[in-house]
């Protein structure tokens, strides 16, 4: 009945709202349409999502207000002075509306949360039944949703008029997942292959070795959740080389073929002992917790035909160069001929990854979670070093330190660095043979 009284007695004025003035957006192309035919709007709610090859920007209700007739939709180009809507004015429906609303509350009092929400808030229970289909969210939320797989059509927002924020996308994806309703995907939408069709020429499809395949989980997994900075930097190896080509077995005579990656094991594990932060895990970052390991089982990235496994040398503060380095040509035996048990790749403190016998000198090295630094190592080369005055050949390794920066910074990073030139330089060298 009251409805009635108002569409006898109050007059409806109509408003058009047109693009305002949008700087040196012109004749840019509209995105989103965030409202739609009937729906009650207020001052300030988005109502277009418009797009220019630099950003995007939402364009509010000026008034309030209820849509007559949206005259816009997703692909037009807009200009300042193009209409968007038409929207009827009255403020006799809005007395009526806000009547409605009271009683609503009244009688559902003893209802459930969820079905009060819905009663008592007309315009967010339109929302939910998806009056055009389409939520209320700002573009760094509809990123934050696309990146996370998700479709934030299918999200209530918490926020006026079921506006949706980055807690509800949160949240949303939570309880998907507690009831095994979504699966988040990692890797980005499948983009259909030019190889699809043989227009090109002979191609082959192969299948991707199983090993590869199982690491990619983790390696996309590292790279998507742990923010990576990369320090390099050169250390000077040269009295540790010759240290090395000394090396000698006390029966025999014959000089003992000690990789130099035993040597960069035994000094890395030094530095984590002086620098604790880098022997640790925080795969329950959202609790605020670290994990802050005490032993030092050191990642060994393996290169094999089947693809890269990463076992680790346990325990290695208590083993001297010549053991690891025979533990070494073990477990890169037992990869290689897949021989190695699945549980050695787990429980690490920190890795290592060697390009030095292949070739190459700095580059970025995947974090292998849940550790937080990695060392990449190059392949040394002689240089001309300025020293005390003058140029001195120098037997100079290249590394490359990636590391978390949740909770590594920058200086203590460089520290690290600092400390392990010193492990590896002369005065260390001759201490790690022990």
Request: hydrophobic residues 35%; aromatic residues 6%; neutral net charge.
């Amino acid at each position: 009945m009251a409805i009635s009284r108002c569409q006898q007695n109050c007059k409806m004025t109509y408003k058009e709202i047109k693009v305002p003035n949008i700087g040196e957006f012109k004749n840019v192309e509209v995105i989103e349409v965030l409202v739609s035919n009937g729906q009650s709007l207020s001052k300030n709610d988005p109502l277009i999502t418009i797009e220019s090859d630099k950003s995007s920007v939402e364009i509010p209700s000026s008034v309030d207000g209820k849509i007559k007739s949206v005259k816009i939709k997703v692909g037009d180009k807009v200009s300042e002075g193009d209409l968007i809507l038409t929207l009827e004015e009255s403020k006799e429906e809005k007395k009526v509306v806000e009547k409605e609303v009271v009683n609503k509350e009244e009688l559902t009092v003893n209802q459930k949360d969820e079905k009060k929400v819905e009663q008592i808030n007309p315009v967010h229970n339109l929302i939910k039944n998806n009056i055009g289909e389409l939520s209320s969210a700002s573009p760094k939320v509809r990123k934050f949703a696309r990146e996370l797989g998700v479709d934030i059509n299918e999200i209530v927002g918490s926020e006026r008029q079921g506006r949706v924020i980055e807690n509800d996308v949160k949240n949303f994806i939570a309880t998907k997942v507690n009831s095994d309703q979504l699966k988040i995907e990692t890797q980005p939408k499948k983009i259909v292959s030019e190889f699809s069709h043989t227009d090109f020429g002979e191609v082959e499809i192969k299948d991707i070795p199983r090993v590869k395949k199982l690491a990619s989980t983790y390696l996309v997994n590292s790279w998507t959740t742990i923010p990576h900075v990369t320090n390099h930097d050169e250390v000077d190896i040269t009295e540790m080389e010759d240290f090395r080509a000394s090396l000698t077995d006390m029966y025999t005579g014959e000089r003992k073929k000690i990789t130099p990656l035993a040597f960069i094991v035994k000094a890395l594990v030094a530095s984590l002992k002086k620098f604790p932060s880098f022997n640790s895990s925080i795969d329950d970052i959202e609790n605020g917790k670290i994990t802050m390991k005490k032993y030092f089982h050191v990642g060994i990235a393996v290169d094999t035909t089947h693809g890269l496994m990463v076992p680790k040398i346990r325990n290695a503060d208590n083993k001297n160069i010549s053991l690891i380095s025979n533990e070494l040509k073990t477990v890169s035996e037992q990869c290689k001929n897949l021989r190695i048990d699945k549980k050695e790749f787990f429980g690490g403190s920190m890795t290592i990854t060697s390009l030095g016998g292949i070739g190459g000198s700095f580059f970025t090295p995947i974090i292998n979670f849940p550790e937080v630094a990695i060392l990449g190592v190059g392949k040394a080369q002689k240089k001309q070093i300025f020293i005390d005055g003058k140029f001195k050949t120098r037997t100079m390794l290249p590394i490359s330190l990636s590391y978390d920066h949740r909770i590594i910074d920058g200086a203590e990073a460089a520290r690290f660095n600092n400390d392990l030139k010193e492990n590896l330089g002369k005065n260390f060298a001759y201490k790690l043979a022990v």
